[in-house]
C-alpha cells in the first residue's frame, strides 16, 4: 500500500521568501506523485504531477518539485512567496490506480 | 458538464438519520473516488470505482458507510444513522483512470450533523 508524509501542518513565510513544502511517500511499486492546492473556499486543483522522465516538474504559478527516488521524497518549491499562493497544499501518490494523499500543509504568506 | 458536480452543496441533518450524498463526475472519466475532508484532518480516503471492476471500499470507516455508481457515471454516497463526527466535507473526484491521471475534484457537499 501507499502513503504520503507532510512535514509540518502549517508554514509561515514572508513575502518573496522561499517556499517550500515537504512530503515524504512510502510505495511498494514505482509511484506516481501529485501536489493539489485548495485555495479558501474552492476545490482542489492539480499543481504539477510526476509520472516518468525528468525528476525536476514544473507546475502552475511558478511551483516545482523534485522527485527524489533514494529519499523517497517529493518536496515543492516556490523561488519567491506570493500573498495569493496562501491556501493549503496536498502532497499524493498513485500506485495502483487509487490515490491517497497527505494530510495537508497550510501556507501563510506574511507581507 | 464541464467539471464534477455534487448535491446537495449543503446538507444538515439529525443524529440517526440518513443522508445521501450524489456525484456526477466528468463525462468520459471511468474512475471515481470519495473523500472525506475534516478540518485539520486532510483528505481520508472513501473508495474507489474503476470501470466495472469491484470498487474498493478499504477507506470506507464503517458499515454505515456505502456507495455505488450506476451505468458507470452518477454515484451515490449513502451514510446510514449518521453520527456527529460524520460532520464533514465529501468530495468527489474522477479521472481517466489509472495511475498517472490526475483527478478532478468536485466542490465538495459539507454535511452537517446536528
Known amino acids: 500500500a501507499q502513503s504520503v508524509t507532510q512535514l509540518g501542518s502549517h508554514v509561515s513565510v514572508s513575502e518573496g521568501a522561499l517556499v517550500l513544502l515537504r512530503c515524504n511517500y512510502s510505495s511498494s511499486v514505482p509511484p506516481y506523485l501529485f501536489w493539489y492546492v485548495q485555495y479558501p473556499n474552492q476545490g482542489l486543483q492539480l499543481l504539477l504531477k510526476y509520472t516518468t522522465g525528468a525528476t525536476l516538474v514544473k507546475g502552475i504559478n511558478g511551483f516545482e518539485a523534485e522527485f527524489k527516488k533514494s529519499e523517497t521524497s517529493f518536496h515543492l518549491t516556490k523561488p519567491s512567496a506570493h500573498m495569493s499562493d496562501a491556501a493549503e497544499y496536498f502532497c499524493a501518490v498513485s500506485a495502483r490506480g487509487d490515490m491517497r494523499f497527505g494530510a495537508g500543509t497550510r501556507l501563510t504568506v506574511k507581507p | 458538464g464541464a467539471g464534477v458536480s455534487q448535491s446537495p452543496s449543503n446538507k444538515v441533518t439529525e443524529k440517526g438519520k440518513d443522508v445521501e450524498l450524489r456525484c456526477d463526475p466528468i463525462s468520459g472519466h471511468t474512475a471515481l473516488y470519495w473523500y472525506r475532508q475534516s478540518l485539520g484532518q486532510g483528505l481520508e480516503f472513501l473508495i474507489y470505482f474503476q470501470g466495472n471492476s469491484a470498487p474498493d471500499k478499504s477507506g470506507l470507516p464503517s458499515d454505515r458507510f456505502s456507495a455505488e455508481r450506476t451505468g458507470g457515471s452518477v454515484s451515490t454516497l449513502t451514510i446510514q444513522r449518521t453520527q456527529q463526527e460524520d460532520s464533514a466535507v465529501y468530495l468527489c473526484?474522477?479521472?481517466?483512470?489509472?495511475?498517472?491521471?490526475?483527478?478532478?475534484f468536485g466542490p465538495g457537499t459539507r454535511l452537517t450533523v446536528l
Open positions: 473526484a474522477s479521472s481517466l483512470g489509472g495511475t498517472r491521471n490526475e483527478q478532478f
